[in-house]
């Protein structure tokens, strides 16, 4: 049955991104280390058309969160382009063949015009909210999964609401030490470990996340 | 070789005790629940003193726990008892037969003469610091490990000193949203997982703490 997923690196003291975060630093101070362990990765390499790169536990979980993804929702931060209303030449981070293959819906309070990019790649700009964005990318998605793809305070905001049905945590043995917290104002949800693995660069634990009845 | 070495439970938004803790409480609103875990296994009931429960990887973990351990060192809101001066009625919350069964370092500001316990605990009361308590319990523990035993602060300023090798983590799949966090002002230590295993119930990640040169 479809799921409402998602996926994301944190530091062993609970931060998605370091201090002081900006248009130039969008993960802020030390963010990039909660990182690393995926650009070491064979997968990586693979699903941005490199070659080389590590296999292993690593790469293995790499490849699966992409496989039944059917769609795809994000903030606005994370596509980037700064605030305010669209600079219309901003196409996201990702060049003209993005890594994502499906219908992407982008959390904006500012209206803009879908785009198509190569590779199968759409961006739908999503004016009225998370329950809309849902409602758009569980159609667009059929019976594949919808991955939300973050950043933070949008994966926050899923599970906040009760929305999220899977939560895949790759926790990175850093310190940050200051930052942007994932599980802050998320309530108090039922969650059950279903998978643990792991390498010395980075935990996985995936959550199943109950519906409170 | 001799390691100093400690485990903790903490939630999954990184908190070792709920808000509120106190003389009553002193685990804090919710943080019983990081710890239904341990009293579920029989390996807990057995080093208690009592029969059944579930064998299994938890079980399991906790037998590890308590190998090879030469003495232990915890700080006073542990021990308990209250602040200030002794009690000298107050010989802490385990009864007269301790499940340490080797010495135990107790941080204090407050002088208090020694204690012996049955099945080997003894109680050392240390006014001079963690260092002072640290040199204490090696020599008492000879070729076998030091455990911090908490609480959480304790642990914290240990690992914020560099004096720690081996953090074990039992993180509990729930979110207690407030109270005394475990990894904060620790700096910026190196961490390595070495270890993962878990249940349903609680997922344990065992990390090597590097030495900076």
Redesign the interface.
């Known amino acids: 049955m479809s799921k409402v997923t998602c996926q994301i690196s944190i530091s ?3 931060f998605a991104a370091g201090p002081n975060q900006s248009l130039e630093n969008p993960l802020g101070e030390g963010g990039m280390r909660l990182h690393d362990w995926v650009f070491a990765t064979a997968s990586w390499r693979r699903q941005h058309g490199g070659q080389g790169g590590t296999d292993g536990v690593d790469s293995e979980v790499l490849d699966e969160m992409v496989q039944g993804v059917g769609a795809y929702i994000m903030g606005r931060k994370m596509f980037g382009g700064g605030s305010g209303p669209w600079d219309e030449e901003w196409k996201g981070w990702w060049g003209d063949d993005p890594p994502f293959h499906t219908p992407v819906f982008v959390l904006t309070h500012h209206p803009r015009r879908a785009l198509s990019m190569l590779g199968g790649t759409t961006f739908t700009f999503v004016n009225d909210g998370m329950a809309s964005a849902l409602t758009q990318a569980r159609a667009a998605a059929g019976d594949q999964d919808v991955a939300i793809a973050g950043g933070a305070s949008t994966i926050s905001q899923c599970l906040a609401a009760g929305a999220l049905d899977e939560l895949y945590l790759h ?1 990175v ?3 940050l ?1 200051a930052g942007e ?1 994932l ?7 039922v ?4 998978k ?5 660069a ?2 996985h ?1 995936k ?1 199943r996340i109950a519906k409170r009845s």
Chains 1, 2 share one sequence.
């Open positions: 062993l003291d609970g926790i043995p850093v310190i030490g917290r599980l802050e104002g998320v309530g108090d949800p969650l059950e470990p279903i643990i693995a792991g390498s010395p980075v935990t634990i959550y």
